[in-house]
């Protein structure tokens, strides 16, 4: 339908392109929208006839756009769509109550996109070709079934082809009617005939009778009255035959060959459509081809800068060996990282695994353990051990301001951010490093332990909840009270 546009609105430019190419297989113009604020700015000067919205974008949220949309008197009748990644009773309610028209997914098929524009008139109805065509009594005019689509080259008949099944379609129809008209025109003529020769055989006779009255011969003019009936009228009986077999001759003849160029109509329509069913099926299994590259290609961008964030968060997570694991420093890196995945989109889990080093200890006086000097052989180390004894759960590993964050951050109410924290499983792994064994003092010792004392940050998108490269082979204790891994 030419004059009809489109909005879509996401702040992901693969996700739009990808509707894009959707929406403009049915004829449709389409514009696009970065955030909630350029569609409101659009929308000031145009009024598209149906406006895709997606739900998670920067600043203005794709709910509050719908709602703003629909408050204004001059934009409430423009139809919106939501289509999200979002599902769920409750979210659907929710885009419905603000005055959504429909939810889609991210992953619409293209029967859900035309049923929506469908439902809007945007596009023409499909219809199926019809079983009854061949069944059409001769002489009938032909059917036009409408495509679903505009109609590509390889799926259109020749103007030429069109005219003439037209012009066999009316020579049919009118050739029935004179048929039926010249049958009854004859039977009028054959009435008529047999009237006059009645007529013509009585006026005889009673011209005979009278002069019958003069001569002794009456019954010979009768009798030739009946012969010359009998004989006028086989001639005329023979004439109309002969007329009659002419014409219904030429009249099957003709009705025969434009049944056939019919049957060959119906069959030429028909592999036509075959022909436009199977460029319509390869063209849906390409856009969702097209579809689903795009999303591998979005996942596989988004593995990578997850592994970037991830290398850059793990540079300096050390804690000291007097320090608690999870302290402030960790909180400050939490609240900046948290923000910043929460305004990108990100759903998922931040798993903080917390590696415990063994230092070189020597036994002070009152009995407890502390750092050995550094001089002192490893040998002579009392104790290779942890700074404190660690619980699987963290206990005693956490400050005060780490447990407030986990329990009451507005940043993790509602953002689909989790923070699960768990002791790794190969705490310790200095042990087997090069730069351990060479260690001779423990000075030496010590320094090394310190490094492997640490906080690794590692980020888990919640669809497949698979870690990004380098951290997969981590196995985790769960902390108790919080998910496993792998749950999510």
């Known amino acids: 339908m030419p004059g009809k546009h489109a909005l879509i609105v996401d702040d992901s430019k693969a996700a739009r392109s990808a509707l894009r190419r959707m929406v403009e297989v049915h004829g449709l113009a389409v514009d696009e929208a970065e955030s909630g604020e350029d569609a409101l700015d659009y929308l000031r000067n145009r009024r598209p006839d149906v406006v895709f919205m997606d739900h998670m974008m920067p600043g203005i949220s794709g709910l509050e756009t719908v709602r703003l949309i629909k408050a204004d008197p001059e934009l409430a009748t423009v139809p919106v769509v939501m289509y999200t990644s979002k599902s769920g009773e409750v979210y659907v309610g929710q885009a419905r109550a603000l005055g959504a028209l429909d939810v889609l997914p991210k992953e619409v098929k293209p029967s859900e996109l035309f049923r929506i524009l469908r439902t809007l008139n945007l596009v023409p109805e499909r219809r199926e070709p019809a079983g009854d065509d061949a ?68 006026a005889l006779a009673q011209e005979t009778a009278r002069q019958g009255r003069d001569t002794p011969t009456t019954a010979a003019p009768s009798a030739g009255c009946g012969q010359a009936r009998s004989g006028f009228g086989a001639l ?175 940043l993790l109410q509602n953002s689909g951010i989790r923070v699960q924290a768990a002791v790794a499983k190969d705490t310790a792994p200095q042990d087997n490093s090069a730069e351990q064994q060479a260690a001779q003092t423990a000075g030496e010792w010590n320094r090394v332990a310190s490094r492997y004392n640490r906080v690794a940050i590692v980020l888990i998108p919640e669809r497949g909840a698979t870690p990004a490269p380098g951290h997969a082979a981590e196995g985790l204790m769960p902390r108790a009270g919080t998910d496993a891994p792998g749950n999510n």
Not at 163 to 175: K, M, T, Y
Not at 321 to 335: E, H, K
Not at 347 to 355: A, F, M, P, S, Y
């Open 236 to 410: 005329i009986l023979l004439i109309v035959s002969a007329l009659l077999i002419i014409t219904s001759y030429w009249l099957y003849n003709l009705y025969t060959d434009t049944e056939a160029n019919l049957r060959n109509t119906g069959a030429a329509l028909a592999t036509l459509h075959a022909r436009d069913i199977h460029l319509r099926n390869r063209d849906d299994t390409r856009l969702a081809q097209a579809a689903t590259q795009d999303e591998m290609d979005a996942r596989r961008r988004q593995g990578l800068l997850l592994d970037a964030l991830q290398w850059a968060l793990n540079r300096d997570t050390t804690f000291g060996y007097d320090q608690v694991a999870l302290g402030d420093p960790q909180v400050r890196i939490l609240r900046i990282l948290v923000a910043r995945l929460a305004a990108s989109g990100f759903q998922g889990t931040i798993r903080l695994n917390v590696h415990f080093a063994r230092f070189c200890l020597a036994r002070a006086a009152d009995g407890t353990l502390r750092l050995a000097p550094d001089a002192t052989p490893v040998s002579a180390c009392d104790e290779i051990g942890y700074a404190r004894a660690h619980s699987p759960d963290l206990a005693g590993d956490e400050s005060l301001g780490f447990a407030a964050f986990l329990t009451g951050s507005p």
């Open 135 to 202: 069944a059409s009594p001769p002489g009938s005019a032909p059917v036009a079934v409408p495509p679903a689509r505009t109609p590509t080259p390889a799926a259109a008949l020749p103007a030429e082809t069109l005219e003439e099944i037209g012009r066999s379609a009316a020579r049919s129809l009118a050739l029935g009617t004179h048929l039926a008209r010249l049958q009854e025109s004859i039977g009028l003529q054959i009435s008529a005939l047999r009237h006059d020769i009645q007529s013509q055989c009585r």
